[in-house]
Each structure stands twice: as C-alpha cells, then as structure tokens.
DNA sequence: GATGAATGAGTTTTCATTCAT
DNA sequence: CATGAATGAAAACTCATTCAT
C-alpha cells in the first residue's frame, strides 16, 4: 500500500543521509525532500524523529535472534572461524545505519546501545561453544584459554567493522576480503 | 593568571560535557555554565565553539609525536605487547574527548579523523619494528607473518578501546587491567 | 492565499521599520511582530533577512524599465520637464525604502548601489532625447550645452528627492509640489 | 599630551572606519585596534562610542560658523557662484565623515541632522544676499526669482556631494572639477 | 492520507560597556 | 592613565513538531 511505501521510503531516506550527515545533520526537512514527502508526513509516519531510529533498531533487534541459527561447525577451526567472522561482518554490512549510529549515539539514546551489545554477546556464544567442542575433539589445544581466545576474536572483528564504518574515508584499515582471508585465517591458526 | 585559568576551565568543562552529551549537545550556554564562566567570555578565548576541539585536537596530535620514543624493547615478546598495549590505553585514556569525537564526528570534522589515523599507524609502526627484530633474534617464529599479527595486535586493542569508551555504561567489555594481564598474554604467546 | 499574504505582510513590515529604524534597526524580532507573524515564519518566506531587501531591490529593477516608455514629448520644455521630474519623484516615492536603502547601505550591499545607479541613467537618456530633439526644433537655444543641463537637471531632481527623504523630520526642504511647480518650471525656463 | 594624542587617535580611527564600514559596522574592537590602543581606553576618553561621533558632529558646527564670513561678492555672478560652490565642496570634503553619517544616520541620531541643515541654510542665506545684491546692480535680471534660484542652486551641489559621496565606486558622477567648471558656469550663465 | 503554513524553544555569535588591577 | 578580562543583552537563524485543510 501507499502507507506501507511512504514508511519504507521515508526509512530509506534517514538510513541514507545518517551515513553522511550522522544524526543531527539529518533534519526532517532533508529527509523529507530525500523520501520525496512533506515533512509533515514523516510525523503521520512516525510518532517523531527518535521514532524512525527505533523502528530499524527493531529491525536490528529482531534480525539478530536468526543469527548462526543455522550455523553447523564442520570442525575444521580455520574454516569455521572464517565462516563467523564473514557472517559478523554481513550482518554489520547490512545494519550499518544502525552499527554507525550505536557508536555515535548510544549515549544518547540507550537503547541503541542496548540493541547493539546483544551482537558480541550472541558472537562470543556462537564461538565459545564451537571452542569448546573442538577442544573436547582435541581439535584445539586443551592449554588454550577458550574465553580470552573467542572474546580476542570478537574484538578484532569489531576493531575492523569499525575502522571500516566510522571512517568511510580513511583507506588505511585492511580490505574486507583480504581481512577475512588473512587476518582471521592467522589468528585462526594460532589456536590449532 | 586568569586567562589561562579560564581557557583551562572552558575546555575541562568542555571535555565533560562533551563525554555524557557529544558535541552538539554541548551548547556554549551549557560549557559556559559548567565553567562558571559567562557565555560570551567564550568566545574572547577561542575563536568559536569549533576551536575549543580544535586546541583539544591539537593536543592530541602534539603528545602522539612523542608515542614510544624512549621505548626499549626488552625481547620477552610477552612484557613487550603488555608494555606497548599499556602505552596505547593509556594514551587513548588521557585523550577520550578526541578518541571519542573522532569516533562521532569525523564525518563532519575531517580533521580529526585525520589526526586519529595516525595513533594506529603509530602503533603499528611500533609493534613491526619489535616483531622484525625478535623474528631476526629466533624469539617470535620465522613463518609468522609480522604484518597481519601487527594489524590484529593494533585491531583487538583499538576494539577494546571503542567498547570501552564508546559503551561506557555498558559493563560487557572486559576490564581493562584484565585485557592486558589475559587477552593480551594470550595473544602475544600464540607469536612464541 | 496564506502564504502571499505573508509574504506580504512581511514586506510590509519590513519596508515601514526600515524607514524608521535603518537596516540593522529592522531586526526579525521586530518585523515579526510588526507583521503579526512568528519570527521563524519569516524564514520559512525568505531565505534570510537579507533576501527582504533583495525582493524590494528586485521589484524596484523590475519597475525601473518601464519607466518612461509610454512617454510623449509634448515639445513645451516646461511642461516636459514638468512632467519627467512628476514621474521620476513619483517613482522614488514608491520606492522610498530602496532609494533610502541605497543611500544608507549600498557601501554593505553593493546591489543595491548597482541597481540605484539605473534610475539616473534612464532619466539622464530620457531628458538628453527631449533636449535633443527641441534643439532641433528650435525651441532650446542652440548654444546649450545639452548634457550638462540634463546632469543638472538630474541632480537638481536627486537633490531635492534626498532632502526629502533622508531628512524626513527636517521640514526645510521645498515641499514636492512647490519644487515641481515652480522650481523645476525656474529650470525649465531658462532653456528658452 | 598623551591624552589628547589618545582622543586624536580614537577620532582618527573612527573617521577612516566609518568611511568604510559605516557606523554600526565601526565597532569599538576595530576603532581600537586601528587607533592602537586597547577597547575600553575609547571608553575612559568618550563617554560611550556615541560620543564620539557627537565630538565630530560639534566640530563640524563650530567650522559651519566661519564659513563665508570673509567672502567677498566680485560682481561676477560667474565667479562668485563658482567660488560658493567651491567651498560648499571643500567643506563637505573637509567634513565627509559627518555629511556621510548624517546621510545615513540622521533617523537614529536627530542631532546630526540638526548640524547638517545649517550647511544649506548658511549657503542659500549667502547665495540669497548675493543675488538680491545683484538683482539691484542690475546683474541679474529682476525678473529672475531669487529665493528659487538660491535653493536650485543648493540643491545642485548638495546632489552632486551626495553622489560623490554616498556612492563612492560609481563613477557615474561628474569628477568635481568639471562639475565646478562647467555644471556650475552653466548654472550662473543663466542668471545673467 | 498528505500537505502547506506556522510556531516556540534553542543555538552560536557579536558588541558596547564595566570592573579590577 | 591604560589595560586585560569579563559580562549581559540582543542578533540572525535552525529545527522538530503541530494544526487546519
């Protein structure tokens, strides 16, 4: 329906200029013009501004209960951590708004930051079990100290969504792809 | 004197401010009231609202200059990391106010993100200089690659760095005497 | 509609604390309360204050070409001047705000300056044809110097339209009628 | 001494300043710093920045007083109208500053206005005795209307003054050399 | 269901002026 | 007698939000 297009675009429209503009730069009347609307209609839409925000932190919230609910280990630590570590960063590719916004706001409006820690905890899980199993499979030295291990690996991917998401113009943090296939891969292989 | 006394209280007071309510929340009317100095006599001391940052900034920029210079490595790869990690939290503990505004704000004020790139260059730099000449001294393995293993050292402490300042009310992130006592041991043992 | 009456109302207000109370003296808190209107309102109808003068200016250029257009020597020098000095003080009158604007501000605004300049011109080619052509018809003294009556002819009419209105409470200047009636005629006569 | 070099110095700097930037936009910061003492020195020298324009403001009427008061009609109505007009000139040129603000300022300042209408009166009352003088000489034609004359003539040069003032980059005027030369002769040619 | 118009509270900044030394 | 520091009042302008149509 109409309704249901005018919300997406007017969504579309603030996801869009927060990236550029952050927050505050992203005034009603430029999201407005952006979604093509009247800017009164954004307050037909959404109860206020904060409102538009919480819907993707919604979003957010609801699309991280599926993560790794599927997730099968094959076993081989290498490939695994690899497989989390592409899934951690699809998952902030496709929240950016809300990844970025949760940095830059989360002392503002909490329950984005809320929203925004059930991700490493829902990680470091999904790693913590695969670790365990492994060492009982002997896969991984019984030595390794398992939670210090999955919450290093949890910091290094956060560290590099960062550098990735909160400065877009600095190209001096590693490529995406050469990050995953290297950086994951050797820190991966400390642990066999 | 008083000058000095009154530039150092606007920039505490802007500093505190800035830290709970980010940079547009911290009105000049809010500085000035934290200050205990009259609004206007802002301005007779910094150009504009935006120069208080920028003094700030350039604090930031002066101190990194000095990052390391009487380092000494001592050859235990493990006091090393710890050492060069302490250094690194501590710096990013004694400049927040910018660590953090670089996080939220350099997509409006280049000129902080570019004085924020060079901390981790910096660091880096560090961290492969130690790494070479501990491979050439038989201490870290000759198969490790210094590059990536000095990129992930930079990465996992710049994340728990971010988790720490940018999550302040969140407790999730390990605390930071335990990260370098734990984490970082565990890391640097993996290079051995 | 609304909104033109707004705009209008503004205009109003504007032109009327002007006169009054000099360009700064106008300020939006005041226009918007001459006009009855919020003070935001004003900027949602012009861009800045600024752009209330620039309408006003636009409009006074606009009027400015068709002055004299329809105008027909009647080839009696006085009732000629007569009438040329009728319609160039009735343009000022209706342009009150921007001749004064012009005179108080065109150092800040020099379109201003640029626009006013347009008036004597036009009327300095308008006397200057006439003269011209009563040359030739033998009803002005061949011996004339015909640009220097005209620019005096001007000036006379620039002075009196000054005195007039940049002096307003000074009641020593001659009043229009009298100055149209008689001493325009006074110039007039001596080129027979 | 000091002070009066001080006083000298404030008048100075504000003369040049207002000339360019008009009386608002002379303010006190740049009146001090032009004049090379410190803001509020202006302060212990003039009442408040008002008066310091009032100090030119009575210079000017003192000066007003003297003028013409050793003038001596030759006879020559083309001579003398000339050398009327030439210290209506110089004194306006030896009093830019004040004919300028009463301009543009006389609405908010009355008294300024006051000084400035003794300049006509003074002039015409001179031009009005010397044609009276010469009407009964038999000079100039008895049928001339002298009060008429006087005022046209006033106006003439207090038109061209204004627009050799007030629009300063428009080179639109007449340079006043020729202005005296030529406008003014043909002006007083046809009294004869 | 959407729009155009209007608003009030707030923001940074400027400026003449005062006060203590 | 002059200065450096501080101030209060006001200026232009922005923005999220409301209201009548």
Redesign the interface.
Known sequence: MATQQTDEKIIKAFSKLVL???Y??TTTKRIASEAGVNESTIFRHFKDKHSILEQLVNTYSRDIEQIGQSFEFTGDIVQDLMRVATIYHDFVANHQVVFLL???????F?EI?QA??QL??RFKNLVVTNFNEMVEAGEIRATA?VT??A??F???????A??TY?????R?Q?PMKAFLA??IR??AE?LQ
Do not use: C, D, M
């Open positions: 550029k503009l952050g505050q730069g949760g940095l830059r706001e989360s002392y503002r909490p930051g925004l820690r490493p905890k100290n210090e291990e919450t290093n949890i910091l290094l991917n956060f560290g590099n960062v550098f909160a400065y877009p113009t600095a001096l590693v290297e950086n050797t820190f400390h």
